[in-house]
Nanobody
């Protein structure tokens, strides 16, 4: 089992920045690839960014150039740095973990999920 706890969400003005954290406990964190997803009201959950156990990074086109995923295996933590936020980024953000480094953009392949953290961007 892997337990994931997100933090760092909140209310920010458009153009601002936030850094989300996801602390993992349980199995060996360094063996897992990690993903960030978000879900806005009335919309499906969508991939935002991911980082493999080999430190390969991936981002959705909608956030490219603004969001970056990183990880610190010594702290069992993955981060999502979000810059130049817009109201369209408002959503609940989730981190997730999977053993495979393939298909990071697909939510169905993840084994463990956090409870989510709310990000609200005001205009």
């Amino acid at each position: 089992q892997v337990q994931l706890v997100e933090s760092g969400g909140g209310l920010v003005q458009a153009g601002g920045s936030l850094r989300l954290s996801c602390a993992a406990s349980g199995r060996t964190f360094s063996n897992y690839s990690m993903g960030w997803f978000r879900q806005a009201p009335g919309k499906e959950r969508e991939f935002v960014a991911g980082i493999s156990w080999g430190y390969g990074t991936y981002v959705a086109d909608s956030v490219k150039g603004r969001f970056t995923a990183s990880r610190d295996n010594a702290k069992n933590t993955v981060y999502l740095q979000m810059n130049s936020l817009t109201p369209e980024d408002t959503a609940v953000y989730y981190c997730a973990a999977r053993r495979s480094s393939f298909g990071l953009r697909e939510a169905t392949g993840y084994d463990y999920w956090g409870q989510g953290t709310q990000v609200t961007v005001s205009s």
